[in-house]
C-alpha cells in the first residue's frame, strides 16, 4: 500500500478546486466528470429529439459515438469561447474518493 502525505491530500483539493472553477465558468451543474479533448474534431449531429456527439483525432478512422444529454428538453451543450463543452453519455472508469476516517464495515 502506497503511504499517504500531505501532498496527496493538497493534489485532490486542487482537482476538485479546478473542476468547481471548470464548470462554474460555463455556468453549469456540477454531476459529470470533465474529460479535455482539446486536440479532438468534433461536430454534433441532431436527429429528431436526439443530439449525438461525434469525436476523432486526426488521422485516425475510429470515431467516437456518444448521446447527448437533455436537460427539461434542451442538450447540456455550453459554450465559454475559445471551448465547448458537450455532456454527453460515455463509458467511463471512475475514480470514488473516500476519507479514510469513514470506513465502515457494512457486511
Known amino acids: ?3 499517504s502525505n500531505s501532498s496527496s491530500r493538497d493534489l485532490l483539493k486542487g482537482y476538485v478546486n479546478a473542476k468547481k472553477e471548470l464548470l462554474q465558468s460555463f455556468r453549469c451543474e456540477e454531476d459529470f466528470y470533465i474529460k479535455p479533448l482539446t486536440d479532438c474534431f468534433w461536430n ?3 436527429d429528431g429529439d436526439f443530439h449525438f456527439l461525434r469525436f476523432w483525432r486526426e488521422g485516425e478512422e475510429k470515431t467516437n459515438d456518444v448521446v ?3 436537460k427539461q428538453g434542451e442538450p447540456l451543450i455550453y459554450r465559454n469561447d475559445p471551448y465547448t463543452m458537450v455532456i454527453g453519455i460515455d463509458c467511463i472508469k471512475t475514480g470514488f474518493v473516500f476519507h479514510n476516517g469513514n470506513k465502515r464495515n457494512r457486511w
Open 1 to 3: 500500500m502506497a503511504k
Open 44 to 46: 454534433i449531429k441532431t
Open 68 to 70: 447527448v444529454v437533455r
